[in-house]
């Protein structure tokens, strides 16, 4: 299975715009791009989904280039709650062909 | 209340035991899901489920045994573990499955084998 990687840390202060990357070189066709977000002793949480150019919610917003090898998640003035790691998942209707990226362990400083 | 739970939170266990991890689900999604989560690998899947009695293999399946006899429940067998099998798993669940539909995770068991 292809990798997909991210970056393995970052570090940001409260009030900042903060942008996490993944990369996912041998993205498919019918692949979508998910992001969760997994505060220690929990379970990841659903963030964004998309499948290409600007997705955007009330939390975040999802960049997706045209040749889609890779994504950005931004996370727009972030504060301290958002210390959490962020992962990306690419896959599309094949379930046994899910990836999570690596994983990026963001803090927030005050 | 709805949503996941998972059973034990915790677990401790000796090389060559049998232990069992359980989830539960009160959605009524058709998709389960069981990772693994290890420091630089991020979260791999190891089976996942579509109905009761349909479950198939993901990236990392060996060690580790399934069944689904109710939607609501799907359990995760390691026969005889290994050390090679401490880790975090978190079951999940979904409406269908692939990636294009929201999953929702369980809280995670942590599983250490001596």
């Known amino acids: 299975l292809a990798k997909i990687t991210q970056p393995i840390s970052m570090d940001s202060y409260e009030g900042q715009e903060v942008n996490i990357t993944c990369s996912h070189n041998?993205?498919?066709?019918?692949?979508?791009i998910t992001w969760y977000q997994q505060f220690p002793s929990q379970g990841p949480r659903f963030i964004i989904q998309?499948?290409?150019t600007k997705v955007t919610n009330e939390v975040a917003s999802l960049f997706i280039p045209a040749d889609r090898k890779s994504s950005t998640l931004s996370l727009p003035r972030v504060s301290l709650s958002d210390t959490a790691v962020y992962y990306c998942l690419v896959g599309g209707p094949n379930t046994d062909k899910l990836i999570f990226g690596t994983g990026t362990r963001l803090q927030v400083f005050p | 209340d709805a949503g996941i739970t998972q059973s034990p939170r915790y677990k401790i266990t000796e090389t060559g035991r049998q232990v069992t991890l359980m989830c539960h689900q009160t959605?009524?999604?058709?998709?389960m899901f069981w990772y693994r989560q290890d420091l630089g690998h991020g979260l791999r899947l190891i089976y996942y489920s579509a109905a009761a009695d349909i479950t198939d293999k993901g990236e990392v399946p060996d060690g580790y045994v399934v069944s689904r006899s109710k939607t609501e429940n799907f359990p995760l067998t390691l026969e005889s573990a290994t050390r090679s099998q401490t880790s975090v798993y978190f079951c999940?669940?979904?409406?269908?499955?692939?990636?294009?539909?929201?999953?929702?995770f369980g809280p995670g068991t942590r599983l250490t084998v001596t």
């Open positions: 998309g499948y290409k």
């Open positions: 959605w009524s999604h058709s998709y």
């Open positions: 041998n993205i498919a066709t019918n692949d979508y």
């Open positions: 999940a669940s979904s409406e269908l499955g692939g990636g294009v539909y929201e999953q929702y």
